[in-house]
Every structure is written in C-alpha cells, then in structure tokens.
C-alpha cells in the first residue's frame, strides 16, 4: 500500500524519517483487559499485509498529555520509524486521568480489548470490527461542530465500528485516493498535496457506557499544519507523524 506512492506524497506523510516530539509524560499500562471479546476478528492475514502490521511494540510514544481543564491535550510520536514502519501501532486509551499507552504489538492487538485508539502515522483505527475483537465505535458530528461546546452526545448520532475490509477481505480504502484504508476516523484528513486537518469533531463509545469526544488538531508540527491547511503544501523537516489531538471524556 504504501510502497506504491510516489515521491511527493511520501516526502509529504513523512518529513525526515528520524522526526519526533521529546518526551515529557508517558502514561503506561500493563493491566488485563477490562472486557471480554465480543467477536472473532475477521481479515487477520489480510490486515498484517495491507497496514503492514508488526510484531515490535512501540514504546515511549506519548510525548504530552496535558489537562486543559475542561480537556486533555495529547501529543503522540506515531512516526513508527518513517514512510515504512519498523514498529507497531501505538495503542492507547482513554482514562479520567489521561490517556494510556497500552504495550501491545500489532499482532497481539488483534486479541486484546484493553485499547481504544491505534495510531500510526495518518491511520487511527479503533478496537472493534476487523481492527479488534472490542465495541468501541465512533460517531462523526455535524460539521462545524464546536469541540468545546459539545457536552453531550449528540441526539441521534449514527456510529459506525471498523469495517475497512469487506466480507471478502478486500481492503475498503478511504477518500484520500492514496490507498489509506478507510477506518472509522478517516475523514479527519484530506489531502492535496499534504495532510489537512478537516476539523471534524467525533464521539467514540468505548463499549462500556462512556463516550469520550476527540479533535484530531495536527499530523505535522503545529506551525507547518497551519501552513499545511492553507496552502496544501508542507515545509521541511515537517514533524510528521507526531499526532496532537484534544479530547475529553463526556459526562
């Protein structure tokens, strides 16, 4: 998938290979999962092929996670060592506390309910579906939906799981045309010529009776992201890969 890009998209995604954030908090977590499975995960063998899939955990990857007060602000090194991965995804989850990092490989993702979110590079995938054997689902806002005001769900917020391959296991790739799959939280980037950011706020229920709101605020540092959006092209070294989002946990 991501061999076939042509060079100005690949300087694009990826900046300098080496880039990220230093690190001043790590959240770790090394408990059991929280729930049972709730299904089989489908397309194993496809999915390890097509998101190149790893079995070397990343380690050390949340670089801040700050409390705005009415919400968290997090910085995540999800580079996984460049244009082609040489570590898993990042898994996390949400806490009141912050967000944790959950020290799992790719291949071990597939049997464990303990994450939330995966992340590398653009692609964020949730644990349910064809990405985990979970119920965390993710409903997209109205657009224009102000992240800060909303402090509820939504009345009738349709939710969607992971579903980025078919029955067939043939991968379903999102709107971006370079062949990203299309996960549940694809649309919070388009991209002509670099990774904008749409400003779609989301609602992900984690299977458990909570729902936590998220913005995803940058892929590139925040100063080229700001010229990212505006122009449709990046500067270099562009700080890709070190995913900043906000969110909150609604009451």
């Known amino acids: 998938m991501y061999r076939s890009l042509g060079l100005s998209l690949i300087v694009a995604l990826s900046g300098a290979c080496s880039e990220s954030s230093s690190s001043e908090a790590a959240h ?5 999962d929280a729930q ?5 995960v489908a397309c194993i063998d496809e999915s390890i092929t097509a998101l190149m899939l790893l079995d070397m955990p990343a380690s050390d990857t949340i670089q801040e996670d700050t409390d705005k007060g009415d919400y968290f602000e997090t910085l995540i090194d999800a580079t996984g060592g460049g244009v082609t991965p040489v570590t898993s995804y990042v898994y996390v989850r949400f806490t ?3 967000i944790e990092q959950v020290d799992i490989s790719d291949e071990d993702a597939f ?3 303990a994450w939330h979110l995966g992340v590398r590079r653009y692609v964020v995938r949730v644990n349910s579906g064809v990405a985990g054997p979970a119920d965390v689902t993710v ?3 109205a657009p224009n939906t102000d992240f800060e005001a909303l402090d509820s769900v939504p009345a009738g917020l349709e939710y969607r799981t992971e579903r980025y391959f078919s029955e067939d296991c043939e991968l379903v790739p999102d709107a971006s045309g370079i062949g990203a799959p299309g996960t549940a939280l694809a649309s919070f980037w388009s991209y002509a010529g670099c990774v904008e950011m749409t400003g779609n706020v ?3 229920d984690l299977g458990d009776g909570t729902a936590v709101k998220l913005e995803v605020l940058a892929y590139y540092t925040p100063e080229n992201q700001v010229i990212c959006n505006e122009t449709h092209e990046v500067p270099m070294p562009s700080g890709a890969g070190n995913l900043r989002i906000r969110w909150a946990i609604l009451g």
């Open 111 to 113: 049997e464990s309910t």
């Open 202 to 204: 989301y609602v992900i």
């Open 28 to 32: 770790r977590d090394d408990t059991p």
């Open 96 to 98: 009141p506390d912050g």
């Open 36 to 40: 049972a499975p709730s299904h089989e």
């Open 139 to 141: 409903g997209r806002t």
